[in-house]
């Protein structure tokens, strides 16, 4: 719990900005400082850099989903699970970032779990749009947050405070992913009695800030969220939903999206619709597949994102 | 007295079967989604027209009422599935797609 806590001396006043680093298969570094991005040769190595604390994540499983580009869904989340496996070193957890399923049927949840059991790690779940088809998300409350039937809630881990936010559930027409009053009032309890150095995850299925408007990419009160996350020195915002990675900083928070585990989306208003990109060279679908490792580097204030391909 | 229940009995029947004739001969009418949008966001019917909404992406899509209390309710629409609504009120209906909401649609029944 105490791990790492009081290397933070840095006030509100003297934050470092959050470096986000993105490992891509080819071995760039992405750091991004500020909003500005820069780019620089890396060996492989650093994704095994040591450090106090990682954790995993996935995201996008959809099992169901058989169509073009990936007609065995469960067999590239098994691959993605391999990955973790491999990656894990001594990582604590791993989170799912929702659309575990395509329709909410209960032989798709099964198939996933059953799947993400093998990575002997504890996980933790928040809903996708597509999990909450049947039952209004019953079925998947159930077996994936159980104690949390409303999907949202908060733990502790190496001194992070992580929370898990259901943004997918009541839409309303016209409107974004959504949190709603109740669950904002919560939040706002949650970590009204933290210090500002207290580390802070939160994870949500739809992006918390808007990536695009047209496309529905966005929450509508992510903002009023963010808003009581603002006073912490480091706050990571990880999501799915759009299957590509993206990544903002502002500020104090740093909001990263992973790739799926089933198959890629297009870049906003690169296409007609954000529907799976069905054209793929072959041979080139497990390139924007994979996962994310998230991990604290000892001494800083930061934490490393790394996102690697399930090949490539 | 009998008899004044059996005219109002029949007259019931009569009126009863003029509605169903009067659907039966209404034109359905239908809606495709395709790339994430509702192909005629704006549709206009009579009153008793039976509208058809079919899902040709490969995502799932809803059609639902976009007001409480929602008079229409799909379930998830997976590829070539649909859903039909028979409109019988004249009036404007909002719909959405639930798990899509920046999808959107009206039926004006005339």
């Given at each position: 719990?105490?791990?790492g ?5 840095s ?13 891509a ?25 040591s450090?106090?604390f ?18 065995d869904t ?5 691959e993605?699970i391999?990955?973790?496996d491999?990656?894990r ?10 659309d ?22 504890p ?5 996708g ?12 409350f159930e077996r ?7 999907g ?6 190496h ?9 997918v559930?009541?839409l309303?027409a ?6 709603g ?17 207290t ?19 966005g929450?509508?009160d992510?903002?009023?969220?963010l808003?009581y996350l ?19 900083v502002?500020g ?17 208003g690169?296409?007609?619709s ?13 390139t ?25 | ?17 003029a ?6 001969e209404?034109?359905?009418a ?13 549709l206009?019917?009579?009153a ?17 009422d976009?007001d409480?209390?929602?008079?229409m309710?799909?379930p998830?629409?997976d ?8 409109f019988v009120?004249p009036?404007?209906?909002?719909y ?11 039926v004006?029944?005339?």
């Amino acid at each position: 719990m105490t791990q790492g806590q009081d290397h933070d001396t840095s006030g509100p006043n003297r934050r470092q900005l959050l470096e986000c680093m993105v490992w891509a298969g080819a071995g760039l570094l992405w750091t991004v400082s500020g909003g500005v991005p820069t780019s620089k040769l890396i060996g492989g190595a650093l994704a095994a850099e040591s450090s106090s604390f990682s954790f995993l994540q996935i995201s996008d499983s959809h099992i169901g989903f058989n169509k073009d580009p990936n007609t065995d869904t469960p067999g590239t989340l098994r691959e993605a699970i391999a990955l973790v496996d491999k990656q894990r070193g001594g990582a604590s957890l791993l989170i799912h970032t929702g659309d575990v399923s395509q329709l909410s049927k209960d032989a798709q949840f099964d198939t996933a779990d059953q799947i993400i059991r093998e990575a002997k790690l504890p996980t933790h779940y928040v809903p996708g749009e597509h999990d909450l088809l049947i039952d209004d998300g019953k079925g998947f409350f159930e077996r994936f947050t159980p104690g949390a039937p409303r999907g949202w809630y908060s733990f502790d881990d190496h001194g992070v405070h992580f929370i898990a936010l259901n943004n997918v559930q009541d839409l309303k027409a016209g409107g974004l992913g959504n949190l709603g009053p109740d669950q904002l009032e919560w939040l706002k309890r949650d970590v009204a009695g933290l210090a500002a150095s207290t580390p802070i995850v939160v994870f949500a299925h739809i992006p918390l800030w808007t990536v695009s408007q047209d496309w529905g990419w966005g929450t509508q009160d992510g903002e009023q969220a963010l808003s009581y996350l603002r006073r912490f020195g480091s706050v990571t915002v990880l999501n799915g939903h759009i299957h590509q990675i993206m990544q903002k900083v502002e500020g104090t928070l740093a909001f990263h999206t992973a790739r799926s585990t089933a198959f890629p989306q297009p870049a906003p208003g690169s296409a007609a619709s954000p529907g799976p990109i069905k054209d793929l060279a072959p041979g080139k679908l497990r390139t924007v597949l994979g996962v994310a490792k998230i991990s604290r580097v000892q001494n800083a204030t930061s934490l490393a994102i790394v996102d690697t391909p399930l090949v490539g | 007295m009998r008899d004044n229940a059996f005219i109002a009995l029949a007259s019931l029947c009569f009126v009863g079967g003029a509605a169903i004739a009067y659907a039966a001969e209404m034109e359905p009418a239908s809606v495709t989604i395709d790339n994430f949008s509702f192909n005629q966001a704006s549709l206009t019917v009579k009153a008793g027209t039976r509208v058809t909404w079919t899902n040709r992406d490969d995502i799932p899509h809803t059609v639902v009422d976009a007001d409480d209390p929602k008079a229409m309710k799909s379930p998830p629409l997976d590829t070539g599935e649909h859903f039909e609504h028979t409109f019988v009120k004249p009036g404007t209906f909002h719909y959405f797609c639930s798990l899509h909401p920046h999808m959107q649609g009206t039926v004006v029944v005339q």
